[in-house]
């Protein structure tokens, strides 16, 4: 895939453009670290919004519903990793019918629940170390899988809400009991196709 | 002699060979059946269809996207959460490219081989039994009680299934670990589609309004009427069609290869229920009775079947009329009677010395509460909560005897546990002589799965409990 294809025109992602200081023109193309962080900020601020607007409003304070990995079963909420998750899973689906767009994202942990999304190669591993010692800032780097190369940005995911440490701390399956509020608890890994 | 003969030997075998050429060639492009061309034999989930090559091939023949685009057309609606825990989605991302050298699981062809039946095993699977090690190569570090287990055994009946694993998660087998063998409350799910038929979009409502007929109303043409048998108006009459107002022509007014001008026919065909059973007719073709249908083949036969068939079946041909008796529509018909007619294995054999058809029999006898009975129906054709859309869910007849079968394991949850509780089904399933006799008795193999889910609890409450 062309770097070409990797970068959009700032006509038709005017959101970015509030993310530099300098406003680009018709035409102009959106760096690829940029175009990561600007995925990244949409993705926390609405994993934020469900987190507190729905799972913890719902929950927490008016008590009315549960949330629950077996949320068919139970008829519950599901989980913030899961909403995550599912539109991971939905943007890989739509994008493949978008040739301009291509990148995927993931969220994983150094202490995962399932031990499919503990880090397996040695950009998300190298990534989520950094996160986790290096608060508030964010990892990026270049590696290839299955012949093609990436430009991968790894971000902290932070336990923000009393609801996301407790659960962690108690499931069943979880590798590290003793999460507080402000933990890194995993991180967000993005990856871009560059070059050929 | 042989010398002079030798050139009309010659003109003799080009003429053969050409004409074998063109007879090949026309039975490849035109030819409905083209089994004369397949490799190795196909499995009994594909056998009924191999003669459609591009069924699963496609146009291209070998392109692997169009492939399996064409198992998805097919089964796909099985293989999403929450009925498959392994959909292709959760391979696509570039992280799992190493893991895909070992399998490719974005393609289902990678663990399902056609037209080679000595690798398939019973469900079809070609892959190596342990296969799950490529993956979950650590799982004795999270799951203690698997210490020492091969990886050969995971999907042995009752622990695991790499695709509907449903009623076999560890939470839900410690949910429900402590069932007793049967219910306190048992009873089948109950039938609802009278009362959701004003919310389906897609019933021809203004054609046919929601309301009782009677033979007043009877609107076939007149030269039909003339030479209507009673006993059709009489049938029609006692039906959930009559009340609901599907008169003489929703079902007998067709529109004929393909034009848009409906006209009357005395044979309607699966298409006519489509028009109100939309839901159950896609599940049908999905399903080893109606596949053949989906593929636009003539309908399936009882002997095109694998399994053992009444001789005197042999004939009938597989669509909607052949269950459902045309005019009566009698549903308890539908659900032993029909069955029986053609099914000739040991587990059909067996059906009427079991405890399952007594209950069938006392409710047809008004003995017990509607529900309580266990037709064949009830098991290979129950009914289901389905997502008929993505903002719609109904309970429907599965009409897919498939949804349920092979592994036999993916009928716990919409069957067994409606009666049953999870132990007793796991094993009673696990126990082949148990599934042959028809469930006469009482499990005599035991599947760990609950034990170890158990061990597994405890282990974990007790954590909690030291913190």
Not at chain 2, 115 to 136: E, M
Not at chain 2, 340 to 365: T, V
Not at chain 2, 434 to 439: S, T
Request: hydrophobic letters at 35%; glycine letters at 4%.
């Amino acid at each position: 895939m062309k770097l070409s294809k990797l970068i959009y025109s700032a006509g038709a992602v005017l959101t970015f453009s509030t993310l530099s200081t300098t406003v680009l023109a018709a035409g102009d193309t959106v760096p690829v670290k940029a175009m990561a962080d600007a995925l990244h900020l949409v993705m926390d601020s609405d994993r934020s919004v469900y987190t507190r607007k729905i799972v913890n409003r719902l929950v927490k304070k008016e008590k009315v519903i549960k949330a629950s990995e077996h949320f068919e079963d139970d008829k519950a909420l599901v989980l913030p990793a899961q909403m995550f998750r599912f539109g991971a899973e939905l943007v890989q689906k739509r994008a493949k019918k978008l040739p301009d767009v291509n990148f995927t994202y993931s969220l994983q942990s150094l202490w995962p629940i399932n031990k499919q999304n503990a880090p397996k190669t040695k950009a998300e591993k190298e990534g989520l170390k950094f996160v986790a010692d290096n608060k508030g800032q964010n990892y990026y780097t270049e590696e290839t899988l299955g012949g093609q190369k990436y430009f991968t940005a790894v971000y902290a995911d932070t336990g923000v809400a009393p609801v996301c440490v407790s659960c962690h701390n108690k499931h069943k399956d979880t590798p590290k009991d003793d999460f507080k509020i402000g933990d890194v608890m995993g991180g967000v890994v993005i990856r871009i196709p560059v070059g050929m | 002699m042989s010398e002079k003969n030798s050139p009309n030997i010659w003109l003799i075998w080009l003429a053969l060979m050409l004409a074998l050429s063109v007879y090949f060639t026309f039975l490849l492009i035109e030819g409905e059946d083209k089994s004369v061309f397949m490799p190795g034999e196909l499995t009994g989930g594909h056998h009924q269809i191999g003669i459609a090559c591009d069924a699963c091939h496609g146009e291209s023949f070998s392109d692997k996207d169009e492939m399996q685009d064409k198992c998805v057309e097919c089964h796909g609606e099985q293989r999403q959460k929450p009925f498959d825990s392994h959909p292709r989605s959760k391979f696509t991302d570039p992280r799992n490219a190493d893991r895909l050298k070992n399998i490719d699981a974005t393609y289902c062809v990678s663990c399902h081989v056609e037209h080679k039946p000595d690798l398939a095993d019973k469900t079809g699977v070609t892959q190596a039994k342990d296969f799950c090690v490529h993956c979950h190569q650590e799982i004795a570090e999270d799951r203690p009680s698997h210490k020492g287990m091969e990886f050969d055994t995971c999907a042995s009946a009752g622990c695991h299934n790499y695709h509907n694993n449903r009623a076999l998660y560890t939470d839900f087998l410690v949910k429900h670990m402590d069932e007793p063998d049967v219910l306190e409350k048992p009873a089948v799910v109950e039938k609802e589609f009278a009362s959701v038929l004003e919310e389906i979009m897609t019933y021809p409502h203004a054609s046919y309004p929601v309301k009782a007929l009677t033979h007043k109303d009877i609107d076939a043409p007149a030269n039909i009427q003339v030479k209507m048998d009673k006993a059709i108006s009489h049938d029609w009459k006692s039906t959930a069609h009559a009340k609901s107002g599907a008169n003489c022509t929703s079902c007998h007014m067709q529109a004929i290869d393909g034009t848009n001008k409906p006209e009357w026919t005395n044979t309607p065909d699966h298409t006519a229920c489509e028009t109100c059973h939309d839901v159950e007719v896609k599940h049908f073709k999905q399903g080893k009775h109606g596949m053949r249908l989906q593929q636009n083949l003539s309908a399936m036969t009882p002997a095109d079947a694998r399994l053992p068939m009444k001789p005197e079946a042999y004939k009938k041909k597989l669509d909607c009329n052949s269950c459902h008796q045309p005019h009566r529509y009698n549903l308890q018909t539908a659900a032993v009677d029909s069955c029986l007619e053609c099914h000739n294995d040991k587990h059909s054999l067996a059906y009427k010395d079991s405890s399952h058809f007594e209950l069938w029999n006392k409710e047809l006898n008004g003995e017990l509460p509607n529900g309580s009975g266990v037709s064949c129906a009830t098991c290979h054709m129950p009914r289901v909560s389905v997502d008929v859309n993505d903002w719609l869910r109904r309970t429907v007849v599965q009409h897919n005897q498939n949804a349920t079968l092979t592994p036999n394991e993916k009928m716990i949850r919409p069957v067994c546990l409606n009666c049953h509780g999870l132990g007793f089904s796991i094993d009673s399933l696990a126990d082949e002589k148990l599934v042959n006799n028809n469930f006469n008795g009482k499990p005599s193999v035991h599947v760990e799965s609950i034990d170890l889910a158990k061990q597994d609890n405890i282990r974990h409450l007790k954590r909690i409990q030291d913190d």
